[in-house]
């Protein structure tokens, strides 16, 4: 499956940004997604995951309240909703995709698609 991630941009320490992660290919609805993000000079860090089951998501600690992932298959997507956004959530993100069962673990995803770049201010 290939991904195109899009929906970066800049926004004030409070605000809300909201990603896609358009997938091309056949069979999305088989495929767990994930958003990981890395900033400058850090390592790459898991955001937030979803199964095939829709209602099954999971998120890092740092975002959870304040982040949302969800997808639609019917469009082959899956979306981030960003809401209370504060300086140190600045970073490039980037959707990947795996087979089946969601993971927190980069190394276990399989297709990524490019990062997109997120810059809160203070």
């Known amino acids: 499956v290939q991904l195109q991630a899009s929906g970066g941009g800049s926004a004030q320490a409070g605000g809300s940004l909201r990603l896609s992660c358009a997938a091309s290919?056949?069979?999305?609805?088989?495929?767990?997604m994930g958003w990981f993000r890395q900033a400058a000079g850090k390592e790459r860090e898991f955001v937030a995951a979803?199964?095939?089951?829709?209602?099954?998501?999971y998120y890092a600690d740092s975002v959870k309240g304040r982040f949302t992932i969800s997808r639609d298959n019917a469009k082959n997507t899956v979306y981030l909703q960003m809401n209370s956004l504060k300086p140190e959530d600045t970073a490039v993100y980037s959707c990947?995709?795996?087979?089946?069962?969601?993971?927190?673990?980069?190394?276990?995803?399989?297709?990524w698609g490019q990062g997109t770049l997120v810059t809160v201010s203070s």
């Open positions: 979803i199964a095939m089951n829709p209602t099954s998501t």
């Open positions: 290919g056949r069979a999305f609805a088989i495929y767990a």
């Open positions: 990947a995709a795996r087979p089946a069962i969601a993971s927190m673990v980069p190394n276990e995803y399989n297709s």
